[in-house]
């Protein structure tokens, strides 16, 4: 195979500005969540000193995330998704500059902080929707591959080195210039996304907007190859519930070693990176479906073996191995969703898979938690994702339409 088409496609950031304007707005928004990742969390615990208030914005956060989700996926189907990611990042902006104000009183609002959180969180979530829903207007369909990996490097690059900045900044000027980072990177992207042309849905339906909700829902449900994409996801993301048992696993085996817990968490967006610099061959895979249920039984069962290896070395390459089968199969995801989606539709339909993200996410970081507290660290890990290796497997043998899915090109036609 030719060594270009191995590597990451970048054809679609030469070929549409556009596009490329949109991941260099999303790499800054990127950076900014991460920075806020750490100040957030950081923040909550030294102006009260109870985790279960950090517990508490986290998921308050998580809450609006994913209503936000549902909610930007009826509205960008309903109207020009250029002006939804306009007006929805300006007023994320405006939610950064209030917890950076608020950080600067002497005795800042707890309750600010879940407001505004929340509110970052929501509209954060509709941009975010939005973005998904409009890409694939902007670039062949031949190359929707190439730009989940572009999206996808962008995402992972910058949650592997914001957060050590974000808590350098913290460390050298508290929160409120993290905060204040995130507001003015924030507007900082505004020029740039708004020399996306409009994108109004095509055939765009003026309905109530339950009806739609339920109309995108419906779809996803009778379209075999859709809904399989969604429950592949949701069980891969379940798998990412391991983090949680990160802590644990370097207190048995590695001495409670905190350097060893760092190089652990960074393993899978490392491995995700990986795979998003190695999938230029994708693109011209047709069995696309086998494949995204192939990388997802072997990345979960890639994790379920993290637990048997007292060597940090070996721990550290196997969730790196792992990361390799999310990364691709995150990639496999958005180019199904996307070929397999009428565009009047793509909101709704992104909507869902983003929420899932979120619901996933949750429910794996509870479930492996409750496991964890039961069992020791190993054999919690070993039971966890063996079990939802299983699982993936009788996805795997039963799933005949996405296995039998085919990607087959498409006349390439002239991106925005």
């Known amino acids: 195979m030719p060594i270009n088409r191995i590597f990451l496609d970048v054809s679609p950031l030469r070929e549409s500005r556009a596009f490329r304007n949109i991941v ?12 806020l990742m750490v100040a957030v969390p950081i923040q909550m615990y030294t102006l009260t000193g109870s985790s279960t208030q950090v517990g508490a914005v986290a998921t308050t956060t998580g809450v609006a995330t994913f209503a936000g989700s549902l909610i930007g996926g009826v509205l960008a189907d309903r109207y020009d998704r250029r002006t939804l990611i306009l ?28 407001v505004l959180g929340a509110l970052d969180g929501g509209l954060g979530a509709i941009s975010f929707t939005a973005l998904l829903a409009a890409t694939p207007a902007l670039i062949p369909p031949d190359k929707f591959s190439a730009a989940a990996a572009i999206n996808g490097l962008t995402a992972e690059v910058g949650m592997m080195t914001a957060p050590a900045i974000g808590g350098l900044v913290i460390a050298a000027g508290g929160v409120t210039w993290n905060y204040g980072a995130a507001a003015l990177g924030t507007f900082a992207t505004l020029p740039l996304l708004s020399s996306v042309p409009p994108l109004r849905p095509e055939d765009a339906e ?18 075999p190859v859709i809904r399989s994409v969604l429950f592949v996801g949701v069980i891969a993301l379940l798998g990412a519930g391991i983090t949680v048992l990160i802590p644990a696993l370097v207190d048995h085996h590695f001495d409670n070693d905190p350097r060893a817990a760092g190089l652990l968490y960074s393993g899978i967006a490392l491995g995700a990176g990986i795979g998003s610099l190695t999938s230029g061959w994708v693109a011209a895979f047709e069995r696309k ?3 995204i249920l192939v990388v997802t039984f072997v990345g979960l069962g890639l994790m379920s073996l993290v637990g048997t290896t007292p060597w940090l070395a070996a721990t550290f390459l196997l969730l790196v191995a792992a990361g390799l089968a999310v990364g691709l199969r995150a990639i496999l995801e958005f180019t199904l969703l996307q070929r397999d989606t009428p565009d009047r539709l793509r909101g709704r339909i992104n909507s869902v898979w983003s929420a899932l993200i979120v619901l996933g996410g949750a429910l794996g970081s509870m479930l492996a938690g409750a496991i964890g507290s039961a069992l020791e660290p190993p054999v919690a890990i070993a ?11 009788t996805g795997l043998a039963g799933f005949g339409h996405l296995r039998a899915w085919r990607d087959i090109p498409e006349p390439a036609t002239e991106p925005h």
Not at 24 to 35: E, H, L, P, Y
Not at 88 to 111: E, K, Y
Not at 206 to 223: C, D, N, Q, V, Y
Request: proline letters at 4%.
């Open 383 to 393: 039971v966890y994702c063996g079990t939802l290796t299983l699982v993936a497997l």
């Open 289 to 291: 479906g086998l494949l």
């Open 87 to 114: 007006w929805s990042r300006c007023l994320c902006g405006l939610a950064f500059a209030g917890l950076a104000a608020n950080a600067m009183f002497d005795d800042p609002s707890v309750l600010a902080i879940y």
């Open 24 to 35: 260099i707005a999303r790499a800054i928004t990127v950076f900014g969540i991460g920075m």
């Open 206 to 223: 003026p309905t109530h907007p339950m009806r739609s909700l339920i109309e995108g829902l419906h779809f996803a449900w009778t379209r």
